[in-house]
């Protein structure tokens, strides 16, 4: 009555406590309801309540716990089970308990719920009163902190640890390859160690980029390279050096194969037009360039011919680029620097063992 009494006194005439707190309750956002201990059900319950758990065309009927136990995340029943538990033996007055509940649209909610005992008879607990806050748009922010911690932990350990290390590896190797003390057979087995390291270094380099676009499906490129025979190679990269290399890889295993450079993509654009068919020539091409680029070629490539016959040689490894290249059909594969002798052999392998299968 004190309260009621309270109320009335900042209240207009026309305004009862009651239709106040009637009106609070059925408009407040957080989930309210009262609970019978005994017969285990919500004997009353706020709209908000119906309307995020889909009991609005049942706001007549009462809820029990079977129903409930439907809804909630089975990690979180027992939880609740030990929470009703405590109250009900009265070992504490009130008690907070987060648990995952399935929403109308079948989602699950996160939820901060207060339990508090309502009523005793006789000392004996008979209705508790909860009140239901959804949290979720928090635990989704803590989530995701939590995700980017544990991200940036495994960024630390790959740049501190596995990078580092091979990377003082081969500088303690450069080292040592100056000593006049050392060996021939020395360095050929020093050699061998700095290959591996650079290995490993660009394994965490791969490793890096996955942690950092946050992309847990890679995949390889799906080739669609057909069984031609290619009597010719261009190479398009504006690294003069890095031309040099790779027409040295490839005349090392293809002595007899002509391979052109260009540093330039409208040189190599202005040069393809007048060769006539492209379907025999293979062509290797870094997409970064001082102005316009591979992408660019691409597009204009696709004007020029319709073969299928690029291989996307680049050192980017974001996978938004293997992807745009993936949309291209003159596109046949995309790897990452440096060319190797492996690939080369490789490639050239399988085009004649696929050559030969047709043939069969």
Same mark, same amino acid.
């Given at each position: 009555m004190g309260n009621d009494s309270t109320i009335s006194t900042v209240l207009p005439?026309?305004?009862?406590?009651? %239709?106040?707190?009637?009106?609070?309750?059925?408009?407040?956002?957080?989930?309210? &309801?009262?609970?019978?201990?005994?017969?285990?059900?919500?004997?009353?319950?706020?709209?908000? +309540?119906?309307?995020? +758990?889909? &009991?609005? /065309? +049942?706001?007549?009927h009462a809820i029990n716990c079977i129903s409930l136990r439907s809804l909630i995340h089975a990690e979180d029943w027992k939880p609740i089970q030990n929470a009703i538990r405590q109250l009900e033996s009265q070992e504490k007055d009130s008690i907070e308990i987060e648990c995952r509940?399935?929403?109308?649209?079948?989602?699950?909610?996160?939820?901060?719920?207060? +339990?508090?005992?309502?009523?005793?008879?006789?000392n004996e607990v008979v209705f508790l009163i909860g009140i239901a806050? /959804?949290?979720?748009?928090?635990?989704?922010?803590? !989530?995701?902190? !939590?995700l980017f911690k544990n991200?940036? !932990?495994?960024?630390? &350990?790959?740049?501190?640890?596995?990078m580092r290390h091979e990377y003082a590896k081969i500088q303690s190797i450069v080292n040592l390859m100056d000593n006049q003390f050392i060996s021939?057979?020395?360095?050929?087995?020093?050699?061998?160690? %700095?290959?591996?390291?650079?290995?490993?270094? /660009?394994?965490?380099? &791969?490793?890096? /980029?996955?942690?950092?676009?946050?992309?847990? !499906?890679d995949e390889f490129f799906n080739m669609n390279k057909e069984p031609d025979k290619f009597n010719k190679i261009l190479m398009i990269d504006d690294d003069v050096l890095t031309n040099v290399l790779n027409r040295k890889i490839v005349q090392a295993l293809l002595p007899e194969m002509p391979v052109e450079v260009y540093i330039d993509i409208d040189d190599a654009l202005s040069d393809i037009k007048n060769m006539g068919p492209m379907n025999q020539t293979l062509i290797f091409l870094d997409i970064n360039f001082p102005g316009?680029?591979?992408?660019?070629?691409?597009?204009?490539?696709?004007?020029?011919?319709?073969? %299928?016959?690029v291989i996307v040689l680049s050192s980017s490894i974001d996978n938004r680029d293997r992807e745009k290249a993936r949309s291209y059909t003159s596109v046949i594969d995309y790897i990452t620097k440096p060319l190797s002798f492996d690939f080369v052999k490789s490639f050239f392998d399988d085009l004649a063992s696929a050559k030969l299968d047709n043939q069969l």
């Amino acid at each position: 009555m004190g309260n009621d009494s309270t109320i009335s006194t900042v209240l207009p005439s026309f305004v009862s406590p009651a %239709a106040l707190l009637e009106a609070i309750y059925n408009k407040l956002p957080d989930m309210v &309801f009262l609970f019978d201990v005994k017969e285990r059900k919500f004997v009353l319950r706020n709209p908000a +309540l119906d309307q995020m +758990l889909g &009991f609005a /065309n +049942l706001e007549d009927h009462a809820i029990n716990c079977i129903s409930l136990r439907s809804l909630i995340h089975a990690e979180d029943w027992k939880p609740i089970q030990n929470a009703i538990r405590q109250l009900e033996s009265q070992e504490k007055d009130s008690i907070e308990i987060e648990c995952r509940c399935l929403d109308v649209s079948q989602q699950y909610q996160y939820f901060n719920t207060r +339990l508090s005992i309502f009523e005793k008879i006789e000392n004996e607990v008979v209705f508790l009163i909860g009140i239901a806050q /959804n949290i979720t748009g928090k635990k989704k922010i803590e !989530q995701q902190s !939590q995700l980017f911690k544990n991200r940036l !932990q495994e960024l630390s &350990f790959i740049t501190s640890h596995e990078m580092r290390h091979e990377y003082a590896k081969i500088q303690s190797i450069v080292n040592l390859m100056d000593n006049q003390f050392i060996s021939a057979a020395e360095r050929v087995e020093l050699i061998g160690e %700095a290959k591996k390291s650079i290995q490993l270094i /660009n394994s965490s380099i &791969f490793k890096l /980029n996955h942690k950092l676009s946050f992309n847990q !499906q890679d995949e390889f490129f799906n080739m669609n390279k057909e069984p031609d025979k290619f009597n010719k190679i261009l190479m398009i990269d504006d690294d003069v050096l890095t031309n040099v290399l790779n027409r040295k890889i490839v005349q090392a295993l293809l002595p007899e194969m002509p391979v052109e450079v260009y540093i330039d993509i409208d040189d190599a654009l202005s040069d393809i037009k007048n060769m006539g068919p492209m379907n025999q020539t293979l062509i290797f091409l870094d997409i970064n360039f001082p102005g316009r680029g591979g992408w660019e070629f691409l597009d204009d490539y696709a004007t020029i011919s319709d073969s %299928a016959n690029v291989i996307v040689l680049s050192s980017s490894i974001d996978n938004r680029d293997r992807e745009k290249a993936r949309s291209y059909t003159s596109v046949i594969d995309y790897i990452t620097k440096p060319l190797s002798f492996d690939f080369v052999k490789s490639f050239f392998d399988d085009l004649a063992s696929a050559k030969l299968d047709n043939q069969l």
